[in-house]
């Protein structure tokens, strides 16, 4: 029997439900499939700062480095929320780890399940046979570059008052811009063979590198791969008139935070979608959804996200393909069934279909 050491990052509001049910599928694959998960928790985001100070403990990434694979819930919370630069915030805790684990590629796919094609504000003609794969950027960009935040005399407003000037960087390196394309071209070799390059060429000096070094990779490398070039602001409108025209998506960091949360609309819920961070050794999965805090303690949340997040860990970090694939199949005959949480039911939902969090994992265990 393979034994898999997982780092458990349950972090704050609904995220130690939502993981407890990870894991139980988790365990129910691990009996099927003759594996086992050894799983070591450790603390990240407003927990982290409550107990420790800071949002990633030294301790955290230790724990974090020395595993197989990272399973994370949810991170925030308004208890910890703050402008103020010197007090510590949850979101750090994530944008250290990804750091911390050199983990450069963000793989968010966005695919519609039948049973929930009405749940999406989209008509149904338009979001149907939507399936994506968005490679955003990780470790670049305006989240990593330099900032500050000063007074001067040309922030003064007209009031005469002391002014204020701030700016934030967005830089990328040539060997960064590479190795995420290369991802984004090998997932389509996989797929559909097409990728978008998402840029901001037209204005951006980072995105003209960017362009450029894409198509160098692009005609040296891969020239089977058919290759697009958008910009930001009209992808932002082609996602939503015409999503299944696209296969994989590449961009940097920002363009494809943003933009990974639009595209998670068109499944009509966050809390049915998974992601995995890669890097070169240890990679980090879970949901794309928030914390919560709202719901947090009330047995309600969805655990699909974090469910599917285990599916991609047996994919892309354990190789268990065919375990991945019944989690998959297990999630749409729950969803089949007519089964839902309350954030994705609607008013034909009967209400003896609507089920809790740990009916829900209870309900995908079955299924396996």
């Known amino acids: 029997m393979t034994t898999y050491k997982i780092c ?31 799983y070591t928790e450790a603390a990240i985001g407003g927990c982290a700062i409550d107990e420790f100070g800071t949002a990633l403990p030294d301790e955290t990434l230790a724990v974090a480095k020395a595993s197989d694979a990272v399973l994370l819930a949810a991170v ?25 684990l050199e983990l450069y590629t963000n793989l968010r796919p966005v695919q519609i399940f039948s049973a929930l094609s009405e749940a999406s504000t989209l008509k149904p003609e338009v979001i149907d046979g939507v399936d994506l794969m968005m490679v955003r950027e990780l470790t670049g960009g305006v989240y990593f570059g330099m900032r500050e935040r000063f007074y001067d005399e040309e922030g003064a407003g007209p009031n005469g008052s002391n002014g204020q000037r701030a700016y934030d960087t967005m830089e990328y390196r040539e060997y960064e811009i590479d190795r995420i394309a290369r991802q984004a071209f090998e997932a389509a070799r996989k797929r559909r063979n097409k990728v ?18 894409v198509h160098a990779i692009h005609d040296k490398e891969y020239p089977d791969v058919e290759l697009e070039d958008i910009l930001v602001d009209n992808c932002a409108m082609q996602l ?5 025209d696209f296969d994989v998506m590449v961009t940097e960091n920002m363009f494809g935070d943003i933009l990974s949360d639009e595209a ?28 919560a805090p709202d719901i947090a303690g009330k047995g309600i949340a969805n655990p699909l996200a974090q469910i599917l997040s285990c599916e991609m860990m047996l994919r892309y970090s354990f190789d268990m393909q065919d375990a991945a694939d019944d989690i998959r199949r297990a999630v749409t005959a729950v969803l089949d069934a ?15 279909k609507v089920v809790g969090t740990v009916r829900m994992g209870d309900l995908v265990v079955e299924n396996l």
């Not at 609309?265 to 914390?291: F, I, K, N, V």
Request: proline letters at 7%; charged letters at 25%.
């Open 338 to 352: 007519g089964w839902r949480t309350g954030d994705i039911a609607d008013a034909a939902t009967p209400a003896d």
């Open 196 to 213: 978008t390059s998402v840029d901001k060429a037209n204005v951006l000096e980072s995105s003209r590198l960017w362009r450029e070094i």
């Open 8 to 38: 458990l990052l349950p972090g704050d509001g609904i995220g130690p439900e939502i993981i407890a049910e990870g894991c139980k599928v988790l365990d129910a694959v691990g009996a099927k499939y003759g594996a086992s998960f050894e």
């Open 240 to 244: 939503i008139t015409r999503p299944a």
């Open 76 to 100: 925030g919370g308004p208890k910890w929320d703050t402008t103020d630069p010197e007090r510590p915030r949850p979101e750090q805790g994530l944008l250290g780890i990804r750091k911390g």
């Open 264 to 291: 998670a609309q068109l499944t009509g819920s966050l809390g049915m979608l998974a992601s995995a961070s890669l890097g070169d050794s240890t990679a980090l999965y879970e949901p794309s959804h928030g914390s």
